[in-house]
T-cell receptor
Framework: GAVVSQHPSRVICKSGTSVKIECRSL??????MFWYRQFPKQSLMLMAT?????????EQGVEKDKFLINHASLTLSTLTVTSAHPEDSSFYIC???????????FGSGTQLSVL | GENVEQHPSTLSVQEGDSAVIKCTYS??????FPWYKQELGKRPQLIID?????GEKKDQRIAVTLNKTAKHFSLHITETQPEDSAVYFC????????????FGKGTRLHILP
């Protein structure tokens, strides 16, 4: 299977700071990456679709100015949580489809805790 | 947009028995239905998937059935083992590579000794 790397795996920050999460496809190119958010014991909620070379597409209710997405290359997408607050504490996970496949390969996730 | 409903939210099964998880979807254009297994704190892992031109697919102890007319699909795990304990998510998408996949709310499966 394909490999998607996500960093950091865990981050603790103070309220008001910004946190950047990186998602890399290691052995394939990804023109599209998906960012999900998962609260404890809940489902994966799609936040946005990251598109290489163009703007991200955000799901309804997701603030694009708060969750900045940059798809800088065919192997890297970043999610920046700006001015983080305790309610932003969650498990963030990225995913990407490989080549001609519709299957999603997930990163290992980032547990964000905002104090 | 697509909406995926999943039941039950929690399922306890005696080791060795079978477990069945059911999902329904709303968008008739959806034609790709993957199932993911997620252990606590880890990434979801694809365990089986099915496309709408197939009614059933099996991989060892795991099988998935699809009823496109009724817009529902199910996961069947036979001869359950302790390592099957996890959260299982069904999902649906159009099947095109860059199209988003929408997940159900998950089923927490407990295998009882």
């Amino acid at each position: 299977g394909a490999v998607v790397s996500q960093h950091p795996s865990r981050v603790i920050c103070k309220s008001g700071t910004s946190v950047k999460i990186e998602c890399r496809s290691l052995d394939f190119q990804a023109t599209t990456m998906f960012w999900y958010r998962q609260f404890p014991k809940q489902s994966l909620m799609l936040m946005a679709t990251s598109n290489e070379g163009s703007k991200a597409t955000y799901e309804q209710g997701v603030e694009k100015d708060k969750f900045l997405i940059n798809h800088a290359s065919l192997t890297l997408s970043t999610l920046t949580v700006t001015s983080a607050h305790p309610e932003d504490s969650s498990f963030y996970i990225c995913s990407a489809p490989k080549g001609g496949e519709e299957k999603l390969f997930f990163g290992s996730g980032t547990q964000l805790s905002v104090l | 947009g697509e909406n995926v409903e999943q039941h039950p939210s929690t399922l306890s099964v005696q080791e060795g028995d079978s477990a069945v998880i059911k999902c329904t979807y709303s968008d008739s254009a959806s034609n790709y239905f993957p199932w993911y297994k997620q252990e606590l704190g880890k990434r979801p892992q694809l365990i089986i998937d099915i496309r709408s031109n197939v009614g059933e697919k099996k991989d060892q102890r795991i099988a998935v059935t699809l009823n496109k007319t009724a817009k529902h699909f199910s996961l069947h795990i036979t001869e359950t083992q302790p390592e099957d304990s996890a959260v299982y998510f069904c999902a649906a998408s159009s099947g095109n590579r860059d199209d988003k996949i929408i997940f159900g709310k998950g089923t927490r499966l407990h295998i009882l000794p």
